[in-house]
C-alpha cells in the first residue's frame, strides 16, 4: 500500500449535558496513540486527531496533534486533513448522540422530580461523512480503515459496518467486561478486508498489535 499521510484519530469524545456533566466513554486513547507512533515509521506525514485521552496517550513521537472535544469537532478535523495518498485509521471512540440541548447552568436536583428525561441526537458518523467526500470531490488513493468495539456477534456487526460505511478494512474487538478492550493493556483484534480477507491479532500489548496492523495494511 502506498500512502503520503497517516491519520490517526483516538480517543473519547464529550458531549456536554451541562457544564459539569457530560456523555463520554471509557476509552482511554492508547490504541490509537500506539497506531500513531508505529505509523511514523512509515511516513513523516502522521497527523494525530485526539479527543479526551488520557494525558499519556496525548501527544506521540513523529506526529502532528489537532486536539478536539466534540464529535462534530472531530468529524471537521478529520475532512479538513483528508486529501490524495491518505490512510486515515479511525481509532477513536466518538460518542454516537449528543444532547438536543445542552444547559448553560448545571441543571439542579430539585426535591420531587425522580425523573429527568434527556432528549438526545445522533452524531454523524465520521467515516460515511468521509467516503461522502472522497466521492464528492473524486479523492484518490484515500484507504480507509475502521473501528468495531463490539460486545457480542463481533463478524457480524463487523463486517456489516465494513460495507456499510464502505470501508478499505475494519478492525473488530470486543469490549465487554470478559474480553479486552477499553482502557486494558492488552488487546486482540480481527482485520476484515472488503476483498474477504481476515487476520487475527494479540492477544498482546497494544504496542505490539498496533505495528502488526500497520505492517498487516503496508503489506497489502
Not at 33 to 49: G, H, K, N, Q, R
Not at 161 to 177: A, H, T
Request: charged residues 25%; proline residues 4%; neutral net charge.
Amino acid at each position: 500500500m502506498e500512502v503520503v499521510k497517516i491519520i490517526v484519530s483516538s480517543g473519547p469524545t464529550r458531549e456536554w449535558i451541562d457544564p459539569v456533566r457530560f456523555i463520554s466513554n471509557a476509552s482511554s486513547g492508547k490504541m490509537g496513540f500506539c497506531l500513531a507512533e508505529a505509523a511514523s515509521t512509515w511516513t513523516s506525514d502522521v497527523v494525530y486527531i485526539r479527543g479526551l485521552t488520557q494525558e499519556e496517550y496525548s501527544r506521540p513521537a513523529g506526529s502532528r496533534v489537532v486536539s478536539v472535544e466534540t464529535t462534530l469537532e472531530m468529524r471537521k478535523a478529520v475532512l479538513d486533513e483528508i486529501g490524495p495518498g491518505t490512510l486515515l485509521i479511525m481509532a477513536a471512540a466518538p460518542a454516537d448522540f449528543r444532547p438536543v440541548q445542552s444547559s448553560e447552568a448545571k441543571i439542579k436536583k430539585e426535591e420531587g422530580s425522580e425523573i429527568i428525561t434527556l432528549e438526545l441526537a445522533k452524531n454523524p458518523d465520521i467515516l460515511s461523512s468521509v467516503s461522502e467526500k472522497i466521492g464528492k470531490e473524486n479523492i484518490s488513493g484515500v484507504v480507509l480503515v475502521g473501528f468495531s468495539a463490539e460486545t457480542h456477534n463481533l463478524q457480524e456487526h463487523a463486517l456489516g459496518k465494513l460495507k456499510r460505511k464502505n470501508l478499505d478494512y475494519i478492525v473488530g474487538n470486543y469490549v465487554s467486561r470478559d474480553e479486552k478492550g477499553f482502557g486494558d493493556l492488552d488487546t486482540k483484534v480481527v482485520v476484515f478486508g472488503k476483498d474477504g480477507s481476515e487476520k487475527g491479532i494479540g492477544p498482546a500489548s497494544k504496542e505490539f498489535v498496533a505495528r502488526e496492523l500497520l505492517a498487516y495494511l503496508k503489506s497489502r
